[in-house]
């Protein structure tokens, strides 16, 4: 009986080496290496926005070209501000981003359908059209809402949001924009 019962086991235990186990895959790794920036406001010179759902931030550079730029001048227009991000993607492939600003002089909200506060989109990459201030349509919804203007500290932050519209062009929708810098 011992022997039958050993004979017994050393069969289960071949049988059971022998079947595969099935394994698990692994959990998919989903790239999180672009987050927006958080939204500050300490002149951290950082820019960032969901461009149709998705993290949009500058990066790369090309040449003397770099990935973000800005400049303000209370003398020009009543007020000048600009900024400007580009998003660089191997060799020639860039997409920039730019809001321009007239008539700029305080904190509040600043719609972004009109000659003095406009936004511009010129992409090879990102959205395959090329949105400019002239040539699309903004939402009447689109803004750029400056949360801080410090002259003596020389500091602008605020957010935005845009949809522009484009004969012949999909849809683009920039949501969750911020921006903190330091001109």
């Known amino acids: 009986m011992k022997y039958s019962s050993t ?12 079947l595969k186990c099935k394994k698990i895959p692994p959990p998919l790794i989903i790239d999180n ?17 969901l461009l149709n759902g998705k993290v949009w931030i500058p990066k790369g550079s090309s040449g003397s070209n770099s ?57 090879n990459t990102d959205v395959g059209c090329m949105y400019f201030w002239d040539d699309t349509i903004s939402n009447h919804n689109s803004f750029v809402n400056i949360i801080k203007f410090d002259t003596q500290n020389r500091i602008i932050a605020g957010n935005f949001e845009v949809t522009h519209y ?8 920039i949501t969750q924009g911020r921006f903190d810098v330091k001109y």
């Open 7 to 18: 004979i017994l086991l050393l069969c289960i235990l071949i049988f059971t080496s022998s």
């Open 67 to 123: 990935k973000m730029s800005w400049y303000y001048d209370a003398t020009l227009n009543g007020g000048t501000f600009n900024l400007r991000c580009a998003r660089y993607v191997a060799n020639e492939n860039v997409t920039t981003f730019t809001i321009a600003m007239n008539q700029f002089n305080t904190t509040g909200l600043y719609k972004l359908n009109n000659i003095e506060s406009r936004i511009s989109i010129f992409t």
């Open 33 to 49: 290496t672009e987050k927006l920036p958080p939204a500050t406001q300490e002149g951290k010179n950082t820019c960032g926005f």
């Open 166 to 173: 484009k004969p012949g062009c999909d849809t683009v929708r």
